[in-house]
Structure formats: C-alpha cells, structure tokens
C-alpha cells in the first residue's frame, strides 16, 4: 500500500462510459451540487446495474495500466461533491440554494447547492455498498473518496445553523460516521476532498484542521486530504502556489494529495509538510496531450529533491472525470511508467 515505494494511484475519478451519462449534459454544466438525475442514460430500474458494470470497466482500466492503490472511478457519481451532500437529511433536496460568491458553472447560471434546513443527519449509508462491490471485484487495495466536511459547508446555504462553525463540525459528525462504515466494508485507504481550504484560507486556519480530525476520528490506516484549485476542465488558469497548505501538518491525515503538474507547482513547496506522505499531482488534466514516462518520472524527481522516497506517491493532479477515457488510460500508463523509472534509479 502507501508502505511501497512511489505507489501509484488515482486522485479520485476515471471517465464515465458515453452509454451511462449524457457527456453534453455533464460537460456543459460543470461539476453539480445538486442532483442532476438527467445525467444518466440508463432508465432508473437499469440504473445500479449500469453503474456496476460500468464501475467495473474503470477497475479494468486502472488494472491494466498498472495502478497499484485503485477506486471505483466514482462512476455512479454526477459529481464528486453532490452524491454525498445531497444525500444527508436536513437538505431540502426540492428547494436548493444559491450561495453568494460561488462561481457561476459553465452555462453562465448561477450555482445551485444544498439548501439546509434543519439539522444535518445520515439517514443512512451512502458509499458503503459502492465500497463493498469494489472490495468484492479485486485483490488489489482500495481507496475510498468522500467531500470533506469544510467543502460541503462552503458549498451550502445555511438557513438552519447561522453558524459557520456549527455546520462544518455537523458535516463532519455525519462524515465520521460514513468513513468508519466505508473501512468495515473493506476500504484500505480514506480520502477527504478539501479544495475550498485552498479558496478560503482564513476560514480553513479557523475551522478546517478540527473539521478534517473529526471526520477521520478513529480512523486506522493511511487517509488523505485532497487539495487543489478546481477540476482543469473548469479552471485552466491556475495559481503558482497553494494559499494554505503547510497547516495540514497539524491534521490527522497521513498524506495530503497536492495539485502540481499544470499549475507547474514549485516543488521545494513540499518542505512546509515534513510529517506527512505526499500524493504529487504529475499528471496534467488541462490537456489531452498524454505525457510521456519520462515526463513523469521527471517531474517526481523533482519532488524527491525535497521529500525522500518514502514519502512519495504518484498520482494525477485531480479527477479524471472530464477527460477522454482513451486519453485518461493513456495517461495512468504514463503514470506508472514514469513511477516505474524513478523507482528503479532509487533502488
């Protein structure tokens, strides 16, 4: 697992199959907060079915380039936020909000998210039964990916808590209680997906440290919090360097995944994180472009010029989601060729 050298794995999400979601509709949107059902093919009594099996052609995929640490893609997801959020009770899943501030998607219309209205609550399991499928189709281990609790705050109108604080710490309550039923069902490793800690610093230096130790609470075996500044397909322009990123030395976590390959991140960033295990983005998604091996591989040389060996993992700079599945296989080939040759000049 992350106790090997340079192990390789996705950030999260693989490309949904053309015969399971509508990509017009995906791609012209941007990535939901709410529900957005019209997504899906399939009629709803084929739904589940098609997911699985198209789960199972993301799993094939990554096994046959190589991947050591695999997902199910999130395939049976719309979005990487809105499969969870909007499964929570106290959501008014008829009636969203609009939050000030958050970017318009692609459509120019404004945002819609969860609208809260009364106390955050898991009626019941959400990904556990996504867990144990996977869990039940390869020897290989798994890694499980949820929204982090400071994100889903963010992305929320609150009319219920009128407390930042609250909210976040009520999302991370009922986010606890997911990650530990997702480990039972036989997740080897726990990621968290915080890319608005990078948006808003000065709430994440108040609140969202405590946020991540909650939710990871009692959680054995490796986890990690991802960051970073938006899926390519949305935002091509990226920032030089992260806005907060050595305080998740102080959280829970044992590795922070980082975007680094299109944003041309100077890597002696890494220094500020001497504790933990890093998963460096060297994959690039603003481009169709597949890099070579030894692109790859150069750009985790770079990485061990601040962090040794055993601290690093190689992974894309974000989802896959938005990019062809021939470009993105091509791409998880390049990953773990270019893994391949630094592993061999080190050992």
Not at 48 to 55: F, K, L, N, S
Not at 157 to 169: R, V
């Amino acid at each position: 697992m992350f106790d090997e050298l340079i192990p390789t794995t996705l950030v999260g999400s693989y490309p949904q199959p053309a015969w399971l979601v509508d990509k017009d509709i995906l791609l012209g949107s941007g990535p939901p907060r709410v529900r957005m059902h019209e997504v899906w093919r399939p009629e709803d009594d084929l739904l589940e079915e098609a997911q699985d099996d198209a789960t199972l052609v993301a799993l094939h995929d990554q096994e046959r380039a190589g991947i050591d640490i695999v997902t199910d893609g999130e395939i049976r997801r719309e979005s990487y936020f809105n499969h969870f959020a909007n499964a929570l009770g106290g959501i008014d899943l008829d009636e969203p909000g609009i939050v000030p501030g958050i970017v318009p998607g692609r459509s120019g219309k404004p945002t819609l998210v969860p609208r809260v209205i009364s106390p955050i609550q898991r009626i019941s399991p959400v990904q556990t039964r996504d867990v144990a499928f996977l869990r039940a189709h390869t020897d290989k281990p798994i890694k499980a990916t949820n929204p982090g609790a400071f994100t889903m705050a963010k992305m929320a109108k609150d009319e219920y808590y009128n407390d930042l604080e609250a909210l976040i710490m009520a999302y991370a309550t009922v986010l606890n209680q997911e990650v530990r039923e997702m480990k039972d069902a036989g997740a080897d490793v726990i990621q968290i997906d915080e890319p608005h800690m990078q948006a808003h610093p000065i709430e994440a230096g108040r609140f969202g440290i405590a946020a991540i130790d909650k939710a990871l609470d009692g959680i054995e075996g490796p986890t990690v919090v991802h960051v970073c500044f938006g899926y390519a397909y949305v935002v091509q322009e990226k920032p030089s360097g992260y806005s907060f990123l050595p305080e998740f030395d102080f959280c829970y976590a044992s590795a922070i995944s980082i975007e680094a390959a299109q944003p041309n991140l100077d890597p002696q960033i890494l220094e500020g994180l001497p504790s933990n295990k890093i998963l460096l983005g060297a994959i690039d998604l603003g481009t169709d472009e597949i890099e070579t091996a030894e692109t790859v591989a150069q750009r985790l040389r770079g990485a061990l010029r601040h962090i040794p060996a055993d601290r690093l993992i190689a992974a894309p700079d974000c989802g896959m989601k938005y990019l062809p599945r021939d470009v993105a296989f091509g791409k998880l080939k390049a990953l773990v060729g270019g893994a391949a040759i630094v592993r061999r000049e080190i050992q």
